[in-house]
């Protein structure tokens, strides 16, 4: 690793609030050019053709970010029940979150990519999501793994997840459940939703007006609103929450 992307990536983790002070990077030279070489690793993205990139960090990443949200949400938020929780943890991990995270923190000038990936506009949001979850399991790894790495994760994200929380929660209106589910299946190449409506009533206003049924692939959900909208958006909403009680891969 070169002086100046030492250098970059030390200044980096300075503006994640995660520099000297936290001891995320030991103080022994060994061990700190190693903890940086995790993190050049998680902010190479696989379109270098370098054989070191995000690709095992992200994987890694995305159950420690479940996880970590899933305390966070425990934490401060005691009072949601178990369907709202997931449905609130569903977004705080969904792509579209990990892209505007990383737009925040601006990841996009650390990190390396090939020339297509680089001229790609139209997929840098799907670029910065991937790296911003693989820079989750550096975060992790780097502070410790199971022995003190969520800790760092939480010291860094919870200030996040706290503001997009209280949008969320202060404005219903914002779950859009139907999105997330879509990105969801979509990054899990699953194909896309299908929503099977029926009118149970034809009186105006009644909350349970129409029924709603969502499918992709083995996952299911159903929901009832006042309107085909609020009903798929309730469907959409229950497969999500489905989907977070399912046991993480491999477990």
């Given at each position: 690793?070169?002086?100046?992307?030492?250098?970059?990536?030390?200044?980096?983790?300075e503006?994640?609030?995660?520099?000297?002070?936290?001891?995320?990077?030991?103080?022994?030279p060994?061990?700190?050019?190693a903890?940086?070489e995790?993190?050049?690793?998680?902010?190479?993205?696989?379109?270098?053709?370098?054989p070191?990139?995000?690709?095992?960090?992200?994987?890694?990443?995305?159950?420690?970010?479940?996880?970590?949200?899933?305390?966070?949400l425990?934490?401060?938020?005691?009072?949601?029940?178990?369907?709202?929780?997931?449905?609130?943890?569903?977004q705080?991990?969904?792509?579209?979150?990990?892209?505007?995270?990383?737009?925040?923190?601006?990841?996009?000038?650390?990190?390396?990519?090939?020339?297509?990936?680089?001229g790609?506009?139209?997929?840098?949001?799907?670029?910065?999501?991937?790296?911003?979850?693989?820079?989750?399991?550096?975060?992790?790894?780097?502070?410790?793994?199971?022995q003190?790495?969520?800790?760092?994760?939480?010291?860094?994200?919870a200030?996040?997840?706290?503001?997009?929380?209280?949008?969320?929660?202060?404005?219903?209106?914002?779950?859009?459940?139907?999105?997330?589910?879509?990105?969801?299946?979509?990054?899990?190449g699953?194909?896309l939703?299908?929503?099977?409506?029926?009118?149970?009533?034809?009186?105006?206003?009644?909350?349970?007006?129409?029924?709603?049924?969502?499918?992709?692939?083995?996952?299911?959900?159903?929901?009832?609103g006042?309107?085909?909208?609020?009903?798929?958006?309730?469907?959409?909403?229950?497969?999500?929450?489905?989907?977070?009680?399912?046991?993480?891969?491999?477990?």
């Amino acid at each position: 690793m070169t002086p100046q992307r030492r250098q970059q990536l030390l200044a980096f983790l300075e503006s994640l609030g995660l520099g000297a002070a936290t001891g995320l990077i030991p103080s022994d030279p060994a061990a700190a050019e190693a903890a940086l070489e995790t993190l050049d690793e998680a902010l190479t993205h696989s379109s270098t053709g370098l054989p070191r990139h995000h690709d095992r960090l992200e994987f890694l990443g995305d159950a420690v970010l479940r996880l970590a949200a899933a305390e966070f949400l425990h934490r401060e938020h005691p009072a949601l029940g178990v369907g709202d929780t997931s449905a609130l943890r569903a977004q705080l991990v969904s792509d579209r979150w990990l892209s505007e995270l990383a737009r925040s923190i601006a990841l996009e000038p650390v990190l390396l990519m090939g020339p297509m990936a680089a001229g790609d506009r139209a997929g840098r949001s799907t670029v910065l999501a991937e790296c911003a979850e693989a820079l989750v399991g550096a975060v992790y790894t780097v502070g410790g793994g199971p022995q003190g790495g969520l800790v760092a994760v939480q010291q860094w994200l919870a200030p996040h997840w706290r503001g997009s929380a209280a949008e969320l929660l202060a404005d219903p209106a914002r779950h859009n459940w139907k999105s997330v589910l879509q990105e969801w299946s979509q990054g899990q190449g699953k194909g896309l939703p299908t929503y099977h409506c029926l009118e149970r009533s034809r009186v105006h206003g009644d909350p349970e007006r129409f029924e709603c049924r969502v499918e992709v692939a083995d996952l299911r959900g159903e929901g009832r609103g006042r309107s085909r909208r609020e009903a798929e958006q309730q469907a959409a909403r229950a497969a999500l929450a489905a989907l977070a009680l399912r046991p993480a891969p491999g477990c």
